[in-house]
C-alpha cells in the first residue's frame, strides 16, 4: 500500500510540474506542443497540456558578460602576444536564439576570437596598445553582424589584457628606458639652449641699453653744444650790435682804434715772450729801410762834396 501510495505521490507531482510553469521576469520559454513551436512564454504563470506541451528552451533576457579565453596572436611585425577579453551581449529575439544557432555563447566566443585575431594582426605591437578602442569597435561591429542572425545583439567588446613574451617584455622595458634617456638628454639639451639663448638676449639686451644710453649722451652733449654755440652766437650778436652802436656814435671810432692797438700790443708782447724766434714787426722794417735810405743819401752827399773842392783848386 505504501509503494501505491508513493507511486502515486510521484505521479501527481510528475503531472502538476507539467501542468503548470512559471516564468521568472528575467527570462523567455520557448514552449513547444508534440515537438512542433507553440509559442514564446513571457514571464508569469502558463499552463501547460501534461505530455503534450514541454518548455523546450529558456532563453537568459538580460545583458550576458562572456569571458574570451586568452589565444596567442601575430602582430603585423610578426610578434607573439596573448590577447584575452569580454563580450557583453543580450538576445533580442528567444525565438531565434533557440533555433537559429545551437549555442549562440559559444559561437560568440569563438567568433570574438577569430576577429581578435585578425585585428591584431593588422597592427604593430606598440599600435596594440594605443588601438584598443579601434579593435574593440571592429569586432563589435564583425561579431554583431554575425550574430544578427541568432536574435543576439553583442553591445560591446573589451580587450582585456594584452601580454607579450618576457623576452620582448625585457626588450620592450629597455626600449622605454632608451626613450626616457633620449627624452631627458633633449630635455637638457633643450635647457641648456635656452640658458644660452637667454644669456645672448640678456646681453643683446645690455649692449642696446648701453647704446641707447650712448646715444642720448651724445645727443644731450650735442645739443649742451648746440645750446652753448647759440647763445654765444645771441652774445656775440649782441656784443657786435653794441660795437656798432658805440662806433656809430661821436668818439667811437678812435676808441675802436684805441682798442685794437692795446689788443696788439699785448698779442704782440706775449708772443714774444713765449716764442724763441726774433720777431720785428713791420715799423721796424720799415726804421730799418728809412735808416738804409739816409745813409745812402749822406754817402752820395759826402761824394757830391770832394768832386766839387778838387774842381775849385
Known amino acids: 500500500m505504501w509503494t501505491v501510495l508513493l507511486i502515486f ?11 503548470f510553469i512559471i516564468v521568472e521576469m528575467r527570462e523567455e520559454v520557448i514552449q513547444e506542443r508534440l515537438g512542433k513551436f507553440k509559442k514564446t512564454l513571457k514571464p508569469g504563470f502558463h499552463f501547460m497540456i501534461p505530455f503534450v506541451d514541454r518548455a523546450a528552451y529558456h532563453q537568459e533576457m538580460r545583458e550576458q558578460v562572456i569571458d574570451v579565453p586568452s589565444q596567442t596572436c601575430i602582430t603585423k611585425d610578426n610578434i607573439e602576444v596573448a590577447v584575452d577579453g569580454l563580450v557583453y551581449l543580450k538576445v533580442m529575439d528567444s525565438y531565434k536564439a533557440s533555433y537559429g544557432i545551437s549555442n549562440y555563447k559559444a559561437a560568440s566566443v569563438n567568433l570574438a576570437q577569430t576577429t581578435m585575431r585578425s585585428e591584431v594582426g593588422k597592427l604593430t605591437l606598440d599600435d596594440t596598445f594605443s588601438e584598443r578602442e579601434h579593435m574593440n569597435e571592429n569586432i563589435v561591429r564583425e561579431i554583431d553582424k554575425a550574430a544578427d542572425p541568432w536574435g543576439v545583439k553583442v553591445l560591446r567588446y573589451e580587450i582585456r589584457n594584452i601580454s607579450p613574451s618576457r623576452l620582448i617584455v625585457d626588450t620592450m622595458e629597455k626600449q622605454m628606458e632608451a626613450e626616457r634617456e633620449k627624452r631627458a638628454e633633449i630635455t637638457r639639451s633643450e635647457g641648456q639652449r635656452q640658458a644660452r639663448i637667454n644669456e645672448s638676449q640678456g646681453e643683446r639686451q645690455s649692449q642696446v641699453l648701453v647704446s641707447e644710453a650712448e646715444r642720448q649722451r651724445r645727443i644731450n652733449e650735442s645739443q649742451g653744444r648746440a645750446k652753448e654755440i647759440e647763445l654765444i652766437a645771441e ?79
Open 9 to 19: 505521490v510521484v505521479l501527481m507531482y510528475f503531472i502538476l510540474t507539467r501542468l
Open 235 to 313: 652774445a656775440t650778436a649782441k656784443g657786435v650790435r653794441r660795437v656798432a652802436e658805440a662806433i656809430s656814435k661821436p668818439g667811437g671810432e678812435l676808441a675802436v682804434k684805441s682798442r685794437l692797438v692795446e689788443q696788439y700790443i699785448d698779442e704782440f708782447g706775449r708772443i714774444i715772450k713765449e716764442s724763441n724766434v726774433s720777431v720785428l714787426p713791420v715799423e721796424t722794417a720799415n726804421l730799418k729801410t728809412f735808416f738804409e735810405g739816409v745813409g745812402k743819401i749822406s754817402s752820395h752827399t759826402a761824394s757830391t762834396g770832394n768832386t766839387s773842392g778838387r774842381g775849385g783848386k
